[in-house]
């Protein structure tokens, strides 16, 4: 069994590169028996990152219309809420991903998502301010998870 | 889709691609003849390796550089790696569940979970060939005009191995699932064009070769291929001269090459119960399956075959002249042509890649398609034509599932 903290998003798209971010930030103040992993590509490749026996984390930016700190969804109790508009229909989502994950039996053993309110993903963006204010609150979630 | 009706007759189908321009031959203009393929590559994240490929073909003709012996070996066994996950992913997660009446893969491997693990697997070993190969398992950084920056260890290439050996096992049970679906009694009699090698079944090299007579060098695609601007997309439509729309991607490579496949893949795609030459679009899944299990074959007789070139790149001088190269990309031919400056510059550039040259025909079929269905109250009529456009695996983001159909009836 390992622990695995997942960081998703895209570096060139505003606030998008939240998670990304925080992985950065997270990963020398993670005990070494923590993996830590950055993902950008796919979301059907998650699937490659863990087997059932592991615990896992994934965090990643969500889409918010205020200020505020991390959201916590419990991705093994409940379904994450379907895609508003997928982009392709040669791409799953983290969230399909995370659907067909549980359709295969496929689910970790723990799989926490924290969501990190964003607001910006235009290309080129900077992180706004809103977003860089959540990020220090969701280290300290993300460590308090793997503690 | 835009379907419009007058009595029991359609009077006009129209695809409309909203996606906008990306102006990719426009931004390859004034960069350096080496960039192309790393550049074309972020086209598209299901066929990168198809890009690349075409440019560095296009570039080498260009230069009057021809490949040869292991780094051409190399170039097919990234390919197989490349047909076999878009080919997989379009088979188990896209195409399949319309056939089984699930609105998706997601929904499909609650009922199906084997059958959807089975196929992440398959598709993970042709990941793990671009990987080897191309070095990383989308857009590949290993590929450069001249061959590759660094061509992998034999020992590399015999790792992928044991999971070639799983993966044909996974192929063939594929094969004989989709066989076993329904298709709809529908036929269409369109123009095949695809690749045709002496004595390979192509993915790099060979003549356009049609159903119906045209046999042309890839130098000559332009004097036959006419692309045009619609009103109604964004996305060009081709056709070919005089002759009208036509048809590219794995049932054209079927049709004009079944005499290519090993003697075993034939076998295997007649117990599927395909003929020699196949005119279901609907039948395309089953193709496709034939082309993964062909893939697997290929990608395990060139690892066997495989020794290290001595230099993983054959040296390539710029000079001012046009080049053309056309691959296989999973969905059909992918063209490229570049004319270069003495500077090694790329003064003009033009890419036709296979949704855009497959625009007319889906659009025909679909006119064909409704005209035999108009009866379907409009949901399952759009479930069907979903299905339809799904034959072509159409590489657009608003691709099916997103359709949103509107039947005009008069």
Redesign the interface.
Known sequence: MSTIVVGLGNAWRGDDAAGLLVLERLRPLLPDSVRTVVHE??G??L??LWTPEDDVILVDAVLASGRGGPVLHDARARPLPPDVQ???????SAA?AI??AR????LPRRLIVVGIPAHSFGTGDPLSAETNDAIEETLETVRHLVS | MKIKVLGNRVADVKLRIYEPPRFFEGLLRGRHFTEAPDITARICGICPVAYQMSAIHAMEAACGVEVDGPIRDLRRLLYCGEWIESHVLHIAMLHAPDFLGYASALDMAKDHPETVTRALQLKKIGNGIVACVGGREIHPVNVRVGGFYRAPAKRDLLGLVPGLEAAHEIARDLLKWVSTFSFPDFETDAEFVALRHPDEYPFNEGRLVSTKGLDIPVADFEKHVIEEHVAHSNALHAHLAERGPYFVGPLARYNINFDRLPAGIRTQASDAGLGSTVKNPFKSIVVRAVEVLYAVEEALRIIRDYEPPVRPFVEVTPRPATGAGCTEAPRGILYHRYRLGPDGLIADARIVPPTSQNQKIIEDDLKRFVEAHLALPDDQLTLRCEQAIRNYDPCISCATHFLKLDVERE
């Open positions: 590509g796919d059907l490749s699937l490659d997928p982009l392709s229909g040669h791409a799953l399909g659907e067909l359709g295969i039996g496929w």
